[in-house]
């Protein structure tokens, strides 16, 4: 089990974590991520949880093991 979380004061609303991974984030109506789960509970979630931390430019998103 893992969780994820976003940093809204760093990120920089660029958009790759919703748009590479839409099965963990969305953008919402004021156009910032949102998390679709914050308990990862599959290997899979989780790999692409890391995944979009390492691709986000602001280093804005957070897997905690
Ligand atoms: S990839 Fe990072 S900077 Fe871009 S919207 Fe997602 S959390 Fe924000």
Excluded: Q, W
């Excluded at 679709?36 to 602001?58: G, K, M, N, Q, S």
């Amino acid at each position: 089990m893992a969780k994820v979380r976003i940093d809204l004061d760093t990120c920089i609303r660029a958009g790759e974590c919703y748009y590479n991974h839409p099965e963990l984030f969305r953008m919402n109506d004021n156009g910032e991520p949102t998390l679709l789960a914050r308990e990862l509970d599959t290997p899979e979630l989780i790999r692409h949880a890391r995944e979009a931390a390492v691709v986000c430019p602001a280093s804005a998103i957070i897997v905690e093991e």
